[in-house]
C-alpha cells in the first residue's frame, strides 16, 4: 500500500456514517418545524426539547463508548445502534401520523427520540473509534482518513434535509411523517451494508479483524502474554481497595454537589445531567492510577480543548434550531415563483463541507511539507475565530431589520459558508487528535468523552436559541435585552470570539503536554 492510499475498511465506514447521518440529519431538518408547525410548541419550548435531544444524543456515547471498549466490542455495538435508531425513526413516523392527537404523538415522539438517542449512543463512538484502528500508530494518513471519513458523513447530511424536506415540509403539518419514514428506510438500508460488508472489510494493519473482541479485553489478553502478573500481597490488595473506596466516596460527593448546583441553576433534568456527567466522568477517567505522567498530560490536552470546543458547538447547532426558524421565518426563499423549503437550508453547510473537505487534505500537506502547518490546537482556535466572523456577517444582513421583514437568502448562505471553514478546521482534527492522544484501552470511551463536550453544547445552544426573538415576550441574557435579530445574533460572535483568542493563547502550552504527537 503507498502512503497516500487508504484501506478500504476507510470508505465501508464511510459509506454506513454517510447513511446514519442521514438518518440523523433528516429528522433534525424537520424536527424544529414540526414542534412548532404541527405540535404547535413556541420557540422557547421547541428549542429546550431539541437542546435536550441533541445534548443527550452526545451524551450517549460515553455509555455507549463503555460498552463497547468493556463487554460489546465494536462491530456489536454499531449492529445494536442501528436497530435502536431503526426503530427510534419508526416511532417518530408514528408520532407524526397522529399528530392531532397531542398527547399520543408526544408519547411516540418522546420513545422515538429516546431510543434515538440510545442508538446513536452505541453507533457514534465506535464508528469514530474504528477508523483510527485501520491505520498504525502515528500514521500521517491518519488526519486525512478522519477529513475523508468528515466528508461522508456530511454527503448524508446534504442529501437528508432535501429528501426530507421535501416530502416533509410541504405546508401541512400532516406530511411531517413521510420525512420521517424516509429517515426510517435510510436507517435499515444502513443495518444491511454494515451486515454484509463488515467481515470483508473491517481488517485492521496487521492483517487482524478489527472490533471483534472488546478493546479492554483485548489489551489484557496481550499483558497476559507478554508478562505473568504479580500477585499483590495483602497489604498491597489491602490498599488498593482503600484508594478505590476513597475515589469513589470522592466522586459520590463531587456527584451530590454538582447535582445541587446544578438543580439551583436549572429547571429541567436533561441539564442537570448533563452537565453534571460532563463534569464527573472525565474527572473519574483522570482517577486510574495506571495513567503515566505523559497519558495524563495528553488527556488534559482533550479536556482542555473539549472545553473550548462546547462554545464552537453551542453557536454552530443553532442550525438545527433558531437557524431553521429565521430561515422559514425571515429569510426570502422564493425563486422564480417556487419557495423553497425552509429545511433546505441545512444542506448548505453540508456541501460546503463535503467540497472543502476535499480539498483539506491537500491544505494540510501542502503546509505540513513546509513546516508552516498549525498545531491541532491552533487549528481549534481558527475554527472558533471562523465561527465569530460568520455570525459577525449575517450580523451585518439583519441590522435594522424589523420582525417579520425577509432579508436575502445571501446572508444565510455566507454565515453557513463560512461556519463550514471553520468546522473543517475543528472537528475532523479533533477526532484525529483525540485519537492520537489516547492511551488504546480507553480508545472507544474516550471518544464519547469528546462527544460529550457536543452534549454540553447542544443542551447550550438549545438554551441560547430559547433567546430567540419572539413579539410580545421580552428575553435578557446577563442584564442584556434580547429584542432584535442583530442582538441576538451578537451573543455568538462575542461568545466564539473571546474563546477564539484564550485557545490562541494556551495553544503553544498545549502543544507542550502532547509530548511530540502533531
Known amino acids: 500500500m503507498n502512503n497516500s492510499s487508504h484501506p478500504k475498511g476507510l470508505y465501508l465506514i464511510f459509506a454506513t456514517s454517510t447513511a446514519e447521518r442521514f438518518s440523523y440529519f433528516g429528522m433534525r431538518a424537520i424536527f424544529i418545524l414540526y414542534l412548532t408547525q404541527a405540535l404547535l410548541m413556541d420557540t422557547q419550548t421547541a428549542t429546550s426539547i431539541y437542546g435536550s435531544y441533541t445534548g443527550l444524543v452526545y451524551l450517549a456515547p460515553l455509555l455507549g463508548g463503555y460498552i463497547a471498549d468493556r463487554y460489546w466490542g465494536i462491530r456489536k455495538s454499531i449492529t445494536w445502534g442501528i436497530v435502536m435508531m431503526s426503530i427510534g425513526q419508526f416511532l417518530m413516523f408514528a408520532s407524526a401520523s397522529v399528530y392531532e392527537q397531542h398527547d399520543l404523538s ?14 446513536n449512543g452505541t453507533f457514534k463512538p465506535t464508528t469514530s473509534a474504528v477508523v483510527g484502528k485501520l491505520y498504525r500508530p502515528n500514521d500521517p494518513r491518519l488526519d486525512s482518513a478522519y477529513t475523508i471519513y468528515y466528508m461522508g458523513v456530511n454527503i448524508g447530511a446534504f442529501i437528508a434535509p432535501l429528501a426530507c424536506g421535501f416530502f416533509g415540509e410541504t405546508g401541512n403539518p400532516a406530511d411531517f411523517k413521510w420525512g420521517f419514514l424516509i429517515a426510517a428506510v435510510v436507517t435499515i438500508l444502513l443495518f444491511f451494508i454494515f451486515q454484509t460488508q463488515k467481515s470483508k472489510y473491517l481488517i485492521g494493519p496487521n492483517g487482524e479483524a478489527i472490533g471483534v473482541i472488546p478493546d479492554a479485553k483485548q489489551k489484557n489478553n496481550e499483558a497476559t502474554q507478554q508478562q505473568t502478573e504479580v500477585e499483590l500481597t495483602p ?76 462554545f464552537f458547538w453551542a453557536a454552530y447547532e443553532q442550525a438545527g434550531a433558531s437557524l431553521n426558524i429565521f430561515a422559514a421565518q425571515q429569510t426570502d426563499r422564493v425563486f422564480f415563483g417556487w419557495e423553497m423549503p425552509a429545511s433546505w437550508t441545512q444542506s448548505f453547510n453540508a456541501i460546503f463541507v463535503v ?92 471518544m464519547g468523552i469528546w462527544f460529550m463536550s457536543t452534549a454540553s453544547a447542544n443542551k447550550f445552544a438549545g438554551m441560547l436559541g430559547g433567546l430567540y426573538p419572539e413579539d410580545g415576550k421580552v428575553k435578557h441574557l446577563l442584564g442584556f435585552e434580547i429584542s432584535t435579530l442583530f442582538d441576538f445574533f451578537m451573543i455568538f460572535v462575542v461568545m466564539s470570539a473571546v474563546a477564539s483568542l484564550i485557545l490562541f493563547l494556551l495553544s503553544k502550552k498545549l502543544q507542550r503536554m502532547m509530548h511530540g504527537v502533531e
Not at 490498599?239 to 438543580?263: C, E, H, N, V
Not at 439551583?264 to 495513567?291: H, N
Not at 451585518?396 to 471553520?422: A, D, N
Open 235 to 310: 497489604e498491597e490488595r489491602a490498599s488498593k481497595q482503600k484508594k478505590q473506596r476513597s475515589d469513589y466516596l470522592k466522586l459520590g460527593l463531587l456527584t451530590a454537589a454538582l447535582i445541587a448546583l446544578f438543580s439551583y441553576l436549572f429547571d429541567d433534568w436533561v441539564s442537570v445531567g448533563i452537565f453534571t456527567a460532563c463534569i464527573v466522568c472525565p474527572v473519574s477517567i483522570m482517577m486510574d492510577d495506571k495513567l503515566t505522567k505523559i497519558e495524563r498530560d495528553r488527556i488534559w490536552v482533550i479536556y482542555i480543548i473539549a472545553f473550548f470546543v462546547i
Open 106 to 119: 408526544r408519547i411516540l415522539m418522546y420513545g422515538g427520540l429516546a431510543l434515538l438517542i440510545m442508538g
Open 355 to 446: 467540497i472543502m473537505a476535499a480539498l483539506a487534505p491537500y491544505v494540510w500537506s501542502y503546509l505540513h511539507q513546509r513546516n508552516m502547518e498549525p498545531s491541532a490546537p491552533t487549528k481549534q482556535a481558527i475554527g472558533l475565530l471562523l465561527l465569530s466572523l460568520g455570525y459577525l456577517f449575517i450580523c451585518i444582513g439583519v441590522q435594522g431589520v424589523e420582525p417579520g421583514v425577509k432579508v436575502s437568502i445571501i446572508w444565510i448562505t455566507g454565515l453557513y459558508f463560512i461556519h463550514t471553514l471553520g468546522e473543517i478546521s475543528l472537528s475532523p482534527i479533533g477526532l484525529s487528535m483525540v485519537n492520537k492522544l489516547t492511551p488504546v484501552r480507553f480508545a472507544s470511551l474516550m
